[in-house]
């Protein structure tokens, strides 16, 4: 097993190798063909892995995202891979209005939106307890994980599937979705309704034959960045060490290592096709065991 005592490594450099961190694989593949598929976030890891994946299997791409120039640059970074029919879309998820705009012009591109993949999200904290916790930073997550990136969108999206006669919706909640965190309220608060709305839409839904579906993160850093304060706890000299120190966050994850964008991507892919025909209402933890249950042998 390698060892680093850089901390100034990138996460990707110094878990490359362990437990499967970045190691190339052959992902599965699904027909998706002639299906156009809408997703939120596309500039970000999640939600650029889970485009080109789809891509990948015959998927048209509606990427959306805030920031333009990476988000062009990662629509035209996807087209090039798969030779995908990708078109980048700026919108603010935030805003009411422009998300019925762009869903009218998605439709009118592309004349359906079979996916719906609801993943721009972050978390936005002053790392305080309740009574602490910025008024302003907790709207803010309730407006971009919840109301903006979810609730505005399905109602836009879910009338066009209803009338196609079909369609999956899948949202982007987090492992502190099923469980809770301490000082993260409101990243907490906005996780868990997404992962409670998603059940909600998934009974309603049914009957028009469309899916929702919830895919829970774990710790994903992003590869390019230092290492994050969850991270900075990891003994590289001494991994072993790793697994008996409870402060340690890899004391509490059974596959010790952080997640990957594609560890997402393939589940994004299961819920878009139709080997996902019979499964809905659900929210799948992609965490490494990280919510299993308790990692001491108490």
Same mark, same amino acid.
């Given at each position: 097993m390698k060892k680093h005592g850089n901390r100034n490594d990138d996460v990707r450099t110094m878990f490359t190798g362990m437990y499967g961190y970045g190691k190339e694989y052959q992902p599965a593949r699904a027909d998706l063909g002639g299906r156009v598929a809408l997703i939120t976030g596309t500039a970000g890891m999640i939600g650029f892995a889970a485009a080109k994946r789809l891509a990948q299997s015959g998927c048209a791409i509606a990427a959306w995202d805030l920031c333009e120039d990476s988000g062009e640059a990662k629509a035209r970074e996807i087209a090039d891979a798969t030779g995908g029919n990708v078109v980048f879309y700026k919108v603010d998820v935030t805003d009411r209005q422009a998300i019925t705009d762009a869903?009218? +012009?998605?439709?009118?591109?592309?004349?359906?939106?079979? #996916? %719906?993949?609801?993943?721009?999200?972050?978390?936005?904290?002053?790392?305080?307890? #309740?009574?602490?916790?910025?008024?302003? %930073?907790? +709207?803010?997550n309730e407006r971009v994980n919840l109301t903006g990136s979810v609730v505005w969108l399905c109602r836009e999206v879910i009338p066009h599937m209803i009338r196609q006669g079909k369609g999956s919706i899948i949202i982007t909640s987090s492992v502190c979705g099923v469980t809770g965190l301490r000082n993260q309220c409101g990243f907490v608060g906005s996780k868990f309704a997404v992962s409670a709305l998603t059940r909600s839409m998934a009974l309603e839904y049914a009957r028009d034959n469309i899916r929702v579906n919830c895919i829970a993160p774990g710790s994903t850093p992003r590869p390019e960045d230092k290492l994050n304060p969850l991270w900075d706890t990891v003994d590289f000299e001494n991994f072993e060490k790793n697994f008996s120190n409870p402060e340690n966050l890899l004391y509490d994850i059974p596959i010790p290592r952080p997640a990957e964008p594609d560890d997402m991507a393939g589940l994004v892919q299961y819920f878009a096709s139709d080997d996902a025909a019979y499964t809905t209402g659900q929210v799948v933890c992609v965490d490494g065991g990280w919510t299993a249950g308790f990692s001491g042998n108490y």
């Open positions: 869903v009218a +012009r998605v439709i009118a591109d592309f004349g359906k939106i079979d #996916v %719906l993949f609801c993943n721009a999200g972050g978390n936005w904290g002053n790392r305080k307890p #309740v009574y602490e916790f910025d008024d302003e %930073l907790f +709207r803010r």
